[in-house]
């Protein structure tokens, strides 16, 4: 029942960030008029100064997602220069946003055993963390480096396309177990290979995939050896460039 409780309390927390994003689009009486509510308690909401009932935030997150494309708001910000790169900062600092990416994952993952989330050092972190603390899960994560103090590690090796150098990713050996079910993130996405890196790691374990969440995925190249390896259910994308 604690644990319901708190989810809820999630949830319901849930809407302060989806009116921020829906206010950027819409006016502050349009969005009074289309929700239903009355200028102060719209305000109260949007500062977080009042929570709405559990059941009220359902109904207000229906309507809220009507009128708000999240992945198309996402994609407005992500600018591309010249030589084909994009700034992350949305999705790596940008706490409402973080936020919002990381309910979205809890949203998509709802019903599946999740023990813990796995993401690769460094940019993959914010939005895993306040995933893992949605799901009130450990966070473990992958390195290439073995940090001091640590006697046993997990890890697993790749060739990145293009290179000749050899990458290794590190976790601390205690910290998966056969008995977890893992849902693994990360931040961007191009050919693949880290993902795929950090999969094997866990089957190596036995430890089973609870899926796989991207927040942006660019081309279609990760998608030869993404698709092989565990079901397209188990796949979600925020974004694809």
């Not at 940008?94 to 993401?119: C, D, H, P, Q, S």
């Not at 990145?160 to 990713?169: E, I, Q």
């Not at 990760?222 to 925020?238: A, C, N, P, Q």
Request: glycine fraction near 4%; aromatic fraction near 8%; hydrophobic fraction near 40%.
């Amino acid at each position: 029942m604690a644990e319901t409780r708190v989810r809820e309390l999630k949830y319901r927390m849930m809407i302060t960030d989806l009116l921020k994003v829906a206010s950027e689009s819409h006016t502050y009486q349009e969005l009074s008029d289309f929700l239903g509510l009355s200028p102060p308690i719209l305000s109260r909401y949007m500062r977080g100064h009042v929570l709405p009932s559990y059941n009220r935030a359902q109904g207000l997150y229906e309507k809220l997602m009507e009128i708000t494309d999240i992945k198309a708001e996402l994609k407005k910000r992500i600018n591309f220069d010249e030589e084909g790169y994009f700034d992350n900062t949305p999705l790596v600092s940008e706490i409402t946003w973080l936020k919002i990416m990381a309910n979205y994952a809890m949203e998509k993952f709802a019903g599946r055993r999740v023990t813990k989330i796995l993401t690769a050092a460094v940019d993959g972190i914010p939005c895993s963390t306040l995933v893992a603390n949605l799901l009130d899960v450990d966070l473990l994560v992958a390195k290439e480096t073995r940090e001091v103090g640590i006697n046993e590690f997990l890890e697993e090796s790749f060739i990145p396309k293009g290179s000749a150098m050899r990458k290794t990713m590190y976790v601390p050996k205690a910290s998966l177990k056969k008995k977890d079910s893992i849902l693994i993130i990360d931040d961007v996405v191009r050919s693949g290979e880290t993902i795929k890196a950090l999969v094997d790691l866990v089957r190596n374990q036995r430890a089973d995939i609870a899926g796989i969440y991207i927040l942006v995925a660019v081309g279609d190249e990760w998608k030869k050896d993404l698709g092989e390896i565990i079901s397209k259910e188990s796949f979600e994308v925020l974004i694809e460039l």
